[in-house]
């Protein structure tokens, strides 16, 4: 296979000012020319492996950074955006995006912004019935989403809040003490603990100082509870230190993104990085066996799973994901190349969707994407008892996945002939940026391709794709 070029203009040079460095003091430390320097940090040159090697060596870069940053999201993101059909007649080629995406990635985060927001006005305009008259009707992203897309832009990765919770963890000594330990800390600060019947998960009176914490949950789901309101009473400095940093837009995101770091921290705390790095690896991520050795659930062990990309300790670089069973995204995210639709539903070709008809089950599959990308992909529901006879029962699927490269890391590809492309099932990402011309299950045309249209014959789809 033929050696990859590495384009990472805009990251060489955020990394030389973030070093404080001049341009030719930061040539001089990587030993090359002024001019080469200048070609590479704007993309006329890749970047060679004598560079690669001395940011390794100079400044301790990890070198897996220069890969697996920002330039796939803003692509993947880049492309869904021009599939929208006001774009469509105008939509710029595959290369131009890549482009902008190395050399101008501002640009690309501006203008999905701007698409962001003409599709709230849009939104807007079609519920006329809610949005006349609101003097809050303005074209910016929704909360949920500005805070969705700060997660997704760090990698799910939050280092300070991560080390906080390791730190929490670590003189625990047995992954069952963690939730005395946190029933500890709570009451240190006074709060009393109680486990009530009740359909809410968890509920604190600061006035009185109560927590209630339902038994209608599951175990794992009481303990991810109390180690949340630690993290909102214990590290509120660090969470608003985090929030600051991200500079939301909206109070409204902001509470949102509060919320979404102490579960961060929940999680983190429940499965301290380093131990559970060490036992996925040990047990080549077993997620039964995971789950038992930290009491927590599958879900919670498979999006733990995804976030190990801590620089210098990083885990299989994973993609997870939870839909409903309308096939709604409910959760993503991303270590590897695969970027998730942003708006609609995942592929239904993908195996997460069958997990609904076998409750209790992991099902497999190989799985390459339009770019030829090849994946291991694990799928399992994870239905969610209310707890009492009559209440409702919450069902969602969830798919992790690596690619085949990492296959042998996994128990789960065991056996499986990784050899036979026929092997490989086509999925894709959204019908709209999908390049496939013979998808079975395609719902709308894809993007920069030509229809044809011929009244006299009818294949699997009512057009063929040029």
Known sequence: MAAHKLYVGAKLRETRQKLGLTQKDFAG????????????ENNNRPVSTSVVLSLAQQFGFDVTELSTGDSERLISDMREAMADPVLADIAPPLADLRLTASNAPALARAFLHLHRAYRQ???????????????????????????????????????AVDRAAERFAQPVGGAGNIRVKAVSALGHRGIEVSFTDSARLRHFDPDTGQLEISL??????????????????????????????????SDTARSIAKIGLANYFAGAALMPYTSFLNAAQEVRHDLEVLAMRYGASIEQVAHRLSTLQRPGAKGVPFFFVRVDQAGTITKRHSATRLQFARFGGACPLWNVHRAFETPGRFLRQLAETPDGVRYVNLARDVSKSGGAFGAPVRRYAIALGCEVAHAPQLVYADDLDLSKPRAFEPIGISCRICERTDCHQRSVPPLERRLAIDPNARGVLPYEVG
């Open 216 to 249: 209608r949950a599951a175990p794992e789901t009481q303990t991810f509870q109390l180690l949340l309101q630690v993290a909102l009473l214990e590290q509120d400095k660090l969470l608003e230190a985090t929030l600051d940093f991200a500079r939301f837009q």
């Open 121 to 159: 006005t849009h939104e807007r305009l079609a519920s006329l019935d809610e949005a006349l008259g609101r003097e809050d009707a303005r074209t910016q992203p929704s909360p949920w989403d500005e805070v969705r897309d700060f997660f997704h832009y760090c990698d799910n990765y939050i280092d």
């Open 29 to 40: 430390k990587l030993g090359v020319s002024l001019p080469y320097l200048n070609q590479m």
